[in-house]
């Protein structure tokens, strides 16, 4: 889960995991994969570092990049 910030200031916390796409516009509007789209005040890369902090807190970025290792070899 990452905490981000909407248009009308209010905090809020969304799964990281049902994150479909983002988008710039000078807005960044991230859409789920439930089809709907959130707007809020972080610029993109800094939901994109929230993000990847998320994933390695789970483990998910180690697990993927052991999985690509091992289908290298």
């Known amino acids: 889960m990452i905490r981000i910030t909407r248009l ?3 905090k809020m916390i969304i799964n990281a995991l049902l994150i479909e796409s983002m988008e710039e516009t000078p807005d960044t509007i991230i859409t789920l994969i439930t089809s709907k789209k959130i707007t809020v005040l972080e610029p993109m890369a800094d939901v994109v570092q929230l993000v ?3 994933m390695k807190s ?3 970025v180690a697990g993927t990049i052991k999985s690509m290792e ?3 070899s």
């Open 58 to 60: 789970i483990g998910a």
């Open 8 to 10: 009308n200031g209010k």
């Open 70 to 72: 091992s289908e290298g």
């Open 52 to 54: 990847t902090e998320y």
